[in-house]
């Protein structure tokens, strides 16, 4: 009889999700499948999540908990959505939801036959450290509870504290921020026997703050599929940024290479075309775009593949934000010359000679552009050395047998005692 696994998470994931975290978490549920376990999904009811549990093609149950029964358009609804906690501390779940999770019957029956639950985000491992512990104590046996950290987010939210004006209502709310992150993160850290850390980086910092918890470090299953890199005939003389641009450090990033790195970039190369690549980009950017010329915003795409076919260069400039970046290492995998700051690159321990150069400033950024555009020969060697290496370290091998032998270690524990 196969073990259950109970997966809480903000989002239901699908193959072609518009961000990379969902990405990841689908690629994670296929490997639970793979490994013969039986998966429940458990996210907050929501558009997003109905439309996504529509186009989820695996064979995995999945419910929904908080559905609002307050009418549309009725005091209550917009009494409901004035909760200041989800509009400070963005990711977080609503209050309804909060409630909703220990009450539903469908939810708690779910929870208590599990063999383990999982929690993708810490946003939603919260749940571990408060509504859920008022279920555990009704729980006849000690269930284990895992958390996936897709980032640590006191390192997060000390970087927008950094970036805002000293003294400013902006760094006001940032610090009132950051300091309800960080005790929220380490309680719900030390709930948790154990946390999946998705590089050594952030495996070291949330060792600081775990007290007990087992931190282990893994690397994110990413080679699943994957596209016949392009000759060098075939890649124009494009630059493409890809981000989901409903995070604010994804729109900060956009808008510096808009304003300041893309215009040193034009100037000296006149034919350089640039792509923006995601959700949910802002009217700014497209503005901006416009403005400049020969910059594409797509929006939305079902695929980002094409794009990483016809593009030579990927440019990463984040200066915010948190843990691993996906969308360096998906960069590194389809064979492009990746230009990022140490932001982008962080948690990623690439090889000399498989990153085309980490820069930290506009000139920097658009000189190492310029380059490799200027080189396209010796941009597609660089390119290909790196996808060998991402293909390696980012296998679904390595995670699969990373996961087997921690969630057997934490059930066969379970069952002894």
């Given amino acids: 009889m196969p073990l259950n696994i ?37 996210s907050p009811y929501d558009k997003r999540n109905v439309d996504a549990r529509a186009r989820l093609d695996l064979p995995v149950n999945v419910l929904l908990f908080g559905k609002d029964p307050t009418p549309a358009g009725s005091l209550g609804v917009i009494l409901a ?17 909060r409630k909703a999770f220990r009450r539903e019957p469908a939810v708690l029956s779910a929870v208590l036959a599990a063999d383990l639950v999982e929690f993708q985000w810490t946003e939603a491992g919260e749940l571990a450290a408060g509504p859920l512990s008022e279920v555990r104590r009704s729980w006849p046996e000690q269930t284990p509870r895992v958390l996936i950290a897709h980032d640590v987010l006191a390192q997060r939210e000390n970087r927008r504290l950094d970036a805002a004006r000293k003294f400013s209502a902006r760094w006001t709310l940032a610090k009132v921020r950051r300091r309800q992150t960080v005790r929220d993160e380490c309680r719900t850290v030390k709930v948790m026997d154990l946390v999946l850390a998705l590089s050594p980086k952030d495996k070291g910092m949330l060792q600081t703050i775990s007290t007990g918890t087992s931190v282990v470090s893994v690397t994110p299953p990413l080679t699943l599929e994957r596209i016949e890199t392009p000759s060098v005939h075939e890649r124009s003389a494009g630059v493409l ?3 989901a641009f409903h995070r604010p450090e994804n729109i900060d990033a956009a808008l510096w290479l808009l304003r300041e790195i893309w215009p040193l970039v034009r100037a000296r190369n006149p034919a350089a075309e640039l792509v923006i690549a995601g959700a949910s980009p802002t009217a700014q950017m497209r503005i901006l775009a416009n403005d400049l010329g020969r910059v594409t915003v797509t929006g939305y795409v079902p695929s980002l593949y094409p794009y990483y076919a016809s593009c030579l260069v990927n440019v990463v400039p984040l200066r915010q934000g948190a843990g691993v970046k996906f969308k360096t290492i998906d960069a590194l995998l389809m064979s492009q010359a990746v230009v990022s700051t140490s932001v982008g690159l962080e948690g990623i321990h690439a090889p000399e000679g498989t990153v085309w150069a980490r820069a930290e400033n506009a000139d920097e950024i658009a000189g190492a552009i310029l380059e490799a555009l200027k080189d396209p020969r010796h941009s597609a060697s660089v390119g290909k050395k790196a996808a060998e290496w991402a293909a390696a370290e980012y296998s679904h091998e390595n995670y699969s047998s990373t996961l087997l032998r921690e969630y057997a270690r934490l059930i066969t524990a379970r069952v002894r005692e």
Avoid: N, W
């Fill in 6 to 42: 109970v997966s809480v998470s903000k989002i239901v994931p699908f193959a072609s999700a518009p961000h990379a975290g969902g990405q990841f978490y689908y690629q994670h549920i296929r490997t639970l499948l793979s490994l013969g376990y039986k998966v429940t999904i458990i």
């Fill in 241 to 243: 940024f890809v981000g």
């Fill in 81 to 97: 959505r004035i909760d200041l906690r989800v509009r400070v501390y963005k990711g977080r779940l609503s209050r309804r939801h």
